[in-house]
């Protein structure tokens, strides 16, 4: 199991988080209510986040061998709402029970 397992599930369930708080709650907020502040608020710490994610799945993709498809997979995912939590589940939890 490669060391930074753990700390990329924390930072993928942090992504996904984030990025369906802002996709849900603070974007209809500034459209409909014409107040950016929750965008604002939401915006720095979720694009931190997605970079981190990206990163360590690159750097993971090679301790977990990933073929080139599924490290796709796993970085698309990231931009598609509730996908970290799908990668969760189908690439990170079994390679935890092995």
Do not use: C, N
């Not at 802002?22 to 409909?32: E, G, H, M, N």
């Not at 014409?34 to 965008?39: G, R």
């Not at 720095?44 to 599924?70: C, E, N, Q």
Request: aromatic content about 14%; overall charge positive.
């Amino acid at each position: 199991m490669p060391k930074l397992l753990p700390v990329f599930r924390i930072v993928a369930l942090l992504e996904g988080v984030s990025y369906i708080l802002l996709l849900f709650i603070a974007t209809p907020i500034k459209y409909l209510y014409e107040d950016p502040q929750y965008v604002k608020l939401l915006g720095m710490p979720h694009g931190i986040l997605f970079m981190a994610y990206v990163v360590i799945a690159v750097l993971i993709s090679a301790d977990m061998k990933w073929p080139t498809r599924t490290l796709w997979i796993v970085l698309l995912a990231s931009i598609i709402p509730f996908g970290t939590f799908y990668i969760d589940k189908k690439y990170l939890t079994k390679s935890r029970r092995a």
